[in-house]
């Protein structure tokens, strides 16, 4: 089965949602979905695992799919809001616009709308900055790479600098693609992002 249409799918089951409390719902692509991966070894999974352990009261929703674009979230990511009623948001798309050359003002408008309807919810939203490769000039790149800041603070939500910058930069850290972190890089990305995710994890009584 396609893995866009299982996804789809789990989150339209009854009783998906059915454990924890409070449920952190994760938008992205293939950085979230664990492309090339072990089952269970990606960085969502070892945030699931963390979670169990520190605020057991949460659950990760991962909806995150691999070649997704922040325009196949836009269409994806209602209904999975009007499912799930996650308290939070994550969303970690950008980086394979960007690979397509998407105009940054497009990249922007499409995330401003992905942060505005989860907001409307009444979810907090944290947004992950993408990895940007130099295949459109080095122009191109700042633009794209500077608009998640910008989104960040027209929407006073929080910002996660690029979670993968800094393994891609260390050795055998990367799969053979040369694009996607390995199975060794996921604890550094979970790292990379747990200071920011941590201070929100307060479930409220329902």
């Not at 269409?75 to 996650?86: S, V």
């Amino acid at each position: 089965m396609n893995y866009r249409v299982w996804v789809l799918l789990l989150l339209l089951l009854p009783g998906w949602a059915a454990a924890g409390s409070c449920s952190l719902l994760i938008v992205g692509d293939s950085l979230s979905s664990g492309y090339g991966l072990a089952n269970g070894s990606g960085w969502v999974d070892r945030l699931d695992a963390r979670l169990k352990k520190t605020a057991p009261d949460w659950r990760v929703i991962n909806a995150s799919v691999s070649g997704d674009t922040t325009q196949n979230g836009l269409q994806r990511l209602a209904p999975a809001l009007a499912r799930q009623h996650p308290q939070g948001v994550l969303i970690e798309l950008g980086g394979n616009d960007a690979l397509r050359g998407t105009p940054p003002e497009t990249i922007r408008k499409n995330l401003l709308s992905l942060v505005r309807q989860a907001k409307a919810t009444g979810a907090w939203v944290v947004l992950l900055e993408a990895p940007v490769l130099p295949n459109y000039g080095k122009t191109y790149a700042d633009a794209v790479a500077k608009l998640y800041g910008e989104v960040a603070r027209a929407e006073t939500i929080t910002h996660v600098p690029c979670f993968v910058c800094a393994v891609g930069a260390k050795p055998g850290m990367m799969q053979a693609d040369g694009i996607h972190p390995n199975e060794k890089a996921q604890a550094d990305m979970l790292d990379a992002v747990w200071p920011y995710l941590k201070p929100k994890l307060r479930c409220p009584t329902k």
